[in-house]
């Protein structure tokens, strides 16, 4: 898929953990406010280049099944965080390659990047991963970090703790 987010679009990173739901909830809220549409993007890469020559045929899953995998895990989080009956505000793209790549590539132009991040603790600022500080030091668009609330997938709320803005 080539489509890239256009000026008004909310661009969340989905990557299955609650984090990305999360964020993808708030993202939602925050298009509803702003009239903008939601483009939940997931990135994925085959893993036949990282497993072990020796390792048995069985263990390698071929490309075809590992994108219909990264497929299921998308739609299964879209599904949680925001219900059954997705409006059409909201558009779900599976890229294949690095994570922080295509969700730059995705982000460009947009209203803004919305990222989950994992909190560990009470009191937790949380840490970002590596893909996350990869956006944060490239993105031309604001990057928002959305932590993991603690409800149940499908709950809906969430709130920004960080909003990292950049130059564009």
Do not use: N
Request: glycine letters at 14%.
């Amino acid at each position: 898929m080539t489509a890239f987010a256009t000026g008004g679009d909310i661009v969340v990173g989905v990557d299955g953990s609650e984090a990305s739901a999360a964020a993808l909830r708030w993202a939602a809220e925050q298009a509803g406010a702003v009239h903008a549409e939601v483009v939940a993007v997931h990135a994925w890469e085959p893993t036949g280049p990282h497993i072990a020559p020796y390792a048995p045929v069985s263990a390698r899953p071929t490309a075809e099944a590992e994108r219909d995998e990264a497929a299921r895990l998308l739609a299964d989080t879209v599904r949680s965080a925001l219900g059954p009956r997705t409006g059409p505000g909201v558009r779900a793209e599976l890229v294949e390659g690095p994570a922080a790549r295509v969700l730059l590539d995705r982000a460009r132009g947009a209203r803004l990047l919305a990222l989950g991040r994992t909190l560990h603790g009470p009191g937790d600022e949380g840490a970002i991963g590596a893909v996350g500080r990869e956006c944060l030091r490239h993105a031309k668009v604001p990057v928002v970090e959305v932590p993991a609330t603690g409800r149940p997938a499908g709950a809906r709320g969430g709130r920004a703790h960080r909003v990292a803005g950049t130059a564009v």
